[in-house]
């Protein structure tokens, strides 16, 4: 892939459900996680989606100026975590947070190499497969309860697991 392209299932300018505050969330193309009772199986195929210029993605960015922060999703974005890592620190010079899902757990992460410069952008990362017998809709910013909400900042400062508080219906 061209270094200068990301593989995406989508794009949503103005989403309120994909993390805290106003977010444009970016849904890469690729899983290989499968999960049973995935919200979107269609964005498992690697080779599918829209390849798209990186730049006319922070265009669409900064021609909104609600935004808190953008959010990746998909799809599992860490299949493509150097395009990401462009577009987060993009993101980050103009002030605005990240927040990431995957449905590597945190730990696995810490271990992969290829990941570490688009782990260290974000701030908030929701990880964990989606498991269907643990889904409840009572749940913010995540389909089943072992997911965590993760705020990494927190967690890179303390050299420990520190879960960000998202006030759930279901605990």
């Known amino acids: ?13 103005d989403s309120i459900v994909d993390g805290k505050g106003f977010r444009f969330v970016i849904f890469t193309q690729g899983c290989l996680h499968h999960c049973k009772g995935c919200h979107n199986p269609e964005t498992w195929a690697m080779d599918a989606g ?23 999703s998909g799809g599992d974005p860490f299949y493509q975590p150097k395009p990401c ?19 590597f757990l945190y730990e ?15 701030d908030v990362l929701i990880d964990g497969p ?26 890179r400062k303390q050299n420990k697991i520190v879960l960000l508080e998202v006030d759930d219906t279901d605990k």
């Open 108 to 122: 696995e992460l810490l271990n992969m190499p290829e990941v570490k410069e688009f782990l260290d952008l974000v």
């Open 1 to 13: 892939m061209e270094s200068n392209k990301i593989r995406i299932a989508g794009l949503t300018d």
């Open 130 to 155: 989606f498991i269907l017998e643990e889904k409840s809709l009572l749940l913010n910013f995540r389909g089943s309860k072992n997911q965590r909400v993760i705020d990494l900042n927190e967690t």
């Open 50 to 72: 829209t390849l798209m210029d990186i730049t006319d993605i922070e265009k669409k960015i900064e021609s909104n100026g609600l935004l808190d922060g953008i959010t990746f």
């Open 85 to 103: 890592a462009e577009i987060a620190k993009w993101a980050k010079n103009r002030g605005l947070n990240i927040w990431a899902y995957t449905g």
